[in-house]
């Protein structure tokens, strides 16, 4: 079975308590001593020989909610996903009311790892619906498109397998002068032992291979009192070559030590190379035998490490933290890098590049299934940028870890338990190919219309206005009215929408989490640079005011198009404008031109029924002395031409 070293390297207390299936008033079966037993290996955290025990009383149709968790998570922490999914699945399906929202959780990573994305989400949604402030529920939300999202980072790497690889479990690379360290188990011989408990004592051990040199190519255990018979895994070294940081279970004296729980923790310690050994081992001061720190990974400047653990103050299974390097080679106090990194599930395998950044592992991200290996910008110890999954082929259906890379060369290496692989964990070799842009950009759109007409306004300009009013990008409008744009979401943004004839308008953009947003803009015409003569309803772009035939009431229509006037004068108090009325041919012209006139009145009274002043209004009737078309007397003209002429005008006179 896959990823069984894996699970123990990232352990942490899980708080499952075991609960008995015997009763007082019944007798105690032979299958209630099984499940006894089944227990007893679960909370050790010996998942192999507890699942064994778990499926003979299933056969025999022993059932229990309690049975089910224990042997869904009992295959879900060896990566047994297949048949995690089929427990998990019997347990939402016969005891919904005993399902918390961490099985449905589980259940919907065991489909995702099978690619059942479909069933998966439907989990998901489960999960989300049955908890209101789990960190992992909230980035779902927010991420509903995370598939397309890997898409786009995906295909930016060619992989290939680690030409070290043996038929057991290698992962945890780390660069070392010409090569690599690594952690295996295949001169131990104990892999078929470790397959029956999570407790084996001999087992891990970290090797080198000087991978850019073919003449040393040889793979070497490391020597001095570096390995033991417990776990070797992830280390890093210092540029100098001289100081190791690895990680390994909690071992003092030549024997290992237990917490109160019976649980061997995981250590950080040290070593230093004297005369080409490796001596000195010490155990890092912010250790505890109460809870696991492990998978050191220290900055650039060697001045911080990061590291995983489940200390006190830790949001989910394990996260990541960082801490300080005094001068002095002392350790300022863990920091706990936040819920924007961390999560209720594994966030782990930290490793941080000379530009600062953060590659690590989660299962409590969207992703792929399993592991999925994230990057994320880091500054001064700080969250800067998105958390971005880097996508295919390093990232797969399964768990991906232990990703290192060197951004001078391009090259890196991963680990991962996918299929194909040779032995339980492999590790693979990368090329970098196209850089993952990490930068939070946030994407803005929206469309840009004419406050009062509601008319798009097409080659409007959009500009991104930072603080300190330094245009950084622009664009226009399309032929819809609509635009998009990026702005940088570290810092705070003005978005403005300007074009002739109108009054600029902007939006204020805090700093953001780079979720898109839309903007639209409503612009409003800058009366005040009209001029006198001019119609306020071409600068509003109102509809044309129509009349009825031999009619001056107000049409419906005509109300709301008269509206955005009154709206404009009160907007500007002293505009002063003059209603100009006209009408059609038809009729005798002494007729028309006093029906005009009533028709100016009548658009006259109602602005003042509305709000507007007597003083501030004029109205004039034309007749039909002013047409727009050939329909003067005598004319033959359809009806729809006539209504042309049947209209109104708002002459601005001051």
């Known amino acids: 079975m896959k990823k069984k070293i894996l699970s123990l390297i990232i352990i942490f207390a899980l708080l499952i308590g075991a609960i008995g299936y015997a009763q007082k008033d019944k007798p105690v079966t032979k299958e209630d001593k099984q499940v006894t037993k089944g227990n007893e290996k679960y909370d050790n955290y010996s998942f192999s020989p507890a699942i064994d025990i778990y499926k003979k009383v299933l056969e025999k149709g022993y059932v229990s909610a309690d049975l089910l968790k224990k042997l869904g998570n009992s295959y879900y922490f060896n990566a047994n996903y297949e048949d995690a999914a089929k427990i998990y699945k019997r347990l939402v399906d016969e005891y919904p009311s005993d399902v918390t929202p961490a099985y449905y959780f589980r259940y919907a990573q065991t489909l995702k790892t099978l690619g059942d994305y479909e069933n998966s989400n439907s989990a998901m949604s489960k999960f989300i619906e049955t908890t209101s402030d789990d960190i992992r529920a909230t980035v779902y939300k927010d991420e509903k498109n995370y598939l397309r999202d890997i898409e786009k980072n995906s295909g930016r790497y060619t992989i290939t397998p680690f030409k070290y ?3 057991y479990s290698d992962f945890a690379p780390s660069f070392y002068k010409e090569g690599v360290i690594f952690s295996s188990d295949r001169d131990t011989g104990n892999l078929a032992r470790y397959r029956h408990t999570w407790n084996s ?3 891990l051990d970290l090797y080198k291979v000087n991978v850019d040199n073919s003449s040393t190519d040889l793979v070497t255990k490391l020597g001095g009192e570096l390995n033991t018979r417990l776990h070797e895994s992830t280390s890093t070294t210092t540029k100098d070559n001289n100081t190791i940081y690895f990680t390994r279970n909690n071992f003092k004296d030549g024997k290992y030590v237990k917490d109160e729980n019976g649980v061997i923790r995981l250590k950080i310690f040290t070593a230093t190379l004297t005369n080409g050994i490796w001596s000195n081992i010490q155990e890092l001061p912010f250790n505890s035998d109460s809870f696991s720190v492990a998978h050191p990974a220290l900055s650039s400047d060697e001045k911080t490490m990061y590291f995983a653990s489940d200390m006190p103050g830790t949001f989910g299974e394990s996260d990541i933290f960082r801490i300080t390097i005094n001068e002095d080679g002392s350790f300022g106090t863990p920091v706990n890098l936040g819920n924007t990194i961390n999560t209720e599930a594994r966030e782990t395998f930290p490793f941080i590049t000379g530009n600062e950044i953060l590659y690590f592992s989660s299962d ?21 940028g998105i958390i971005a999954n880097i ?10 870890f232990t990703f290192i890379f060197n951004e001078e060369s391009k090259k890196g290496y991963f680990a991962s338990n996918r299929p194909q692989g040779q032995g339980a964990d492999d590790i693979y070799s990368f090329v970098e190919t196209t850089p993952l842009v990490l930068e939070c950009v946030q994407q803005i759109t929206g469309t840009v219309r004419d406050k009062i007409s509601n008319q798009v306004l097409v080659g409007a300009t959009i500009k991104v206005i930072d603080e300190n009013n330094e245009e950084i990008a622009s664009t226009i409008t399309d032929s819809a009215g609509d635009y998009e744009i990026s702005v940088d979401c570290n810092q705070v943004n003005f978005v403005r929408a300007l074009t002739q004839g109108y009054v600029p308008s902007e939006e204020y953009l805090e700093k953001s989490d780079a979720k898109p947003k839309i903007i639209d803009f409503y ?3 800058d009366i005040v640079t009209a001029g006198y003569g001019d119609d306020l309803a071409k600068l509003l772009q109102l ?12 049409r419906p229509d005509a109300e709301i198009e008269i509206q955005k006037v009154i709206v404009a004068m009160e907007k500007y108090p002293s505009l002063k404008i003059k209603t100009n009325s006209h009408t059609d041919s038809k009729g005798k012209d002494s007729y028309n031109l006093w029906l005009s006139k009533q028709r100016a009145k009548s658009t006259m009274k109602y602005m003042v029924s509305k ?3 007597a003083g501030r209004l004029k109205s004039e009737g034309f007749g039909e002395t002013k047409l727009v078309n050939k329909c003067s007397n005598g004319v033959r003209c359809s009806r729809e031409e006539h209504q042309l002429n049947r209209r109104s005008e708002f002459i601005i006179l001051e």
């Open 364 to 384: 409590g991200h969207p992703g792929l299934g399993g592991l999925d290996i994230f990057a994320t910008k880091i500054a001064n110890g700080e969250l800067d």
């Open 391 to 400: 996508g295919e082929p390093v990232n797969s259906k399964v768990d991906d």
């Open 523 to 525: 612009l409003e015409r």
């Open 165 to 167: 690889n043996s038929p």
């Open 611 to 613: 709000g507007i002043s």
């Open 543 to 554: 509809s044309t005011i129509y009349f009825d035939f031999d009619r001056f009431e107000i």
């Open 201 to 203: 004592k001999d087992f």
